[in-house]
C-alpha cells in the first residue's frame, strides 16, 4: 500500500516511521510512504501558500492551487473542473483531508480504508483549507476525535498506522490484529505476563489453568465488562449473543 501525505511541515514526520510495526512494513515493501511539501508547488515568487480569509475575519486559510498542484503532481493527472473522483484501477485512490470537520476515524474505518492500494492525505493548517479543495479534490473528510489541532500532521500519522497494522504480514501475529480494542466491536480484555505474582497481586487463576476454552469465555467476558464499565456506547452495536445481552442485563441490574 501507498501513502501520500500532502503537507506544509514535512520535517515534522522525521522519526516518526521510522520505528517499530511502521518501519518494519516499510522495510518489508508493505508499505510505501511518499511525504509531498505543498510550498513546493506554489507558482508565485514568494511561495504563498496561505493567505486572508474573503470576508474578513482572524487568521489564515490555505490556498486551493499549491494543494491541487500538489496532488496532481503526485498523480500525474490534472483534475478536472467538475472536481476529483475515485477509479483506483486508473490510478485514482481517495483523496482524504484531514479537518476538524471530517467523519470521526474508527477502527471500522481503518479497516475500509486498508481496501486500497493507495490513500493520500491532506494535512490542513492554519484557520483551514479553502473549500475548493474540499469541493473538488477531496473524496472524502477525516477527524480523529472532537477536538482541534495546530494541523493534520499528526492525524496523518494516526491513520497511517493504524491502517498499516491491519495490511497481511504487518504484525508478528497475524490474529493480534483482529483481537484489539474495537476490532470486535468490544474493548479488549486485560492482559497479564510473568512474574505470575508482583507485589501481592496474582495473575488470575484461570489464565494459568491450561483450559483455553476456559481462558477464552474469561476473556470475552472481561471485554463485556470493560466496555459496559468504560464504554457502553459501543454495545449497541456490537455483535453479541442473546446469551451476552442476558449477562449484560445481569451486571446493569
Not at 520505528?19 to 512494513?25: E, F, G
Not at 489541532?149 to 504484525?171: H, Y
Not at 480494542?181 to 489464565?207: C, M, N, Q, W
Not at 459501543?234 to 449477562?247: G, R
Request: with cysteine; hydrophobic share 40%.
Amino acid at each position: 500500500m501507498k501513502f501520500d501525505i500532502f503537507t506544509l511541515f514535512p520535517q515534522i514526520f522525521d522519526g516518526v516511521f521510522e520505528h517499530s510495526i511502521i518501519k518494519r512494513a516499510r522495510d518489508a515493501g508493505l508499505i510505501d510512504i511518499a511525504l509531498h511539501h505543498i510550498r513546493n508547488h506554489a507558482r508565485d515568487k514568494h511561495k504563498m501558500t496561505d493567505d486572508a480569509p474573503y470576508g474578513g475575519g482572524g487568521g489564515m486559510v490555505m490556498k486551493p492551487d499549491p494543494i491541487f498542484y500538489a496532488v496532481e503532481s503526485a498523480l500525474d493527472y490534472e483534475v478536472p473542473a467538475s472536481g476529483y473522483t475515485v477509479n483506483p484501477e486508473a490510478g485514482h485512490p481517495p483523496i482524504i483531508l484531514l479537518s476538524p470537520q471530517g467523519r470521526v476515524f474508527t477502527q471500522a474505518v481503518a479497516q475500509e480504508l486498508s481496501q486500497y492500494p493507495r490513500l493520500m492525505f491532506i494535512c490542513g493548517r492554519y484557520e483551514g483549507v479553502d473549500e475548493r479543495v474540499a469541493q473538488y479534490l477531496a473524496t472524502d473528510q477525516i477527524s480523529i476525535g472532537d477536538y482541534v489541532l495546530s494541523g493534520g500532521e499528526i492525524a496523518a500519522m494516526v491513520i497511517v498506522d493504524a491502517v498499516t497494522r491491519l495490511l497481511p504480514n504487518a504484525l508478528g501475529d497475524p490474529n493480534a490484529a483482529a483481537n484489539d480494542s474495537h476490532a470486535t466491536g468490544l474493548l479488549e480484555y486485560p492482559h497479564y505476563t510473568r512474574p505470575a505474582e508482583f507485589k501481592g497481586h496474582r495473575v488470575p487463576d484461570i489464565l494459568l489453568s491450561g483450559d483455553h476454552a476456559k481462558v477464552s469465555r474469561w476473556r470475552r467476558e472481561q471485554s463485556l465488562k470493560r466496555t459496559l464499565a468504560a464504554r457502553p456506547d459501543l454495545l449497541e452495536n456490537a455483535p453479541l449473543t442473546e446469551e451476552e445481552k442476558k449477562a449484560i442485563q445481569r451486571l446493569i441490574m
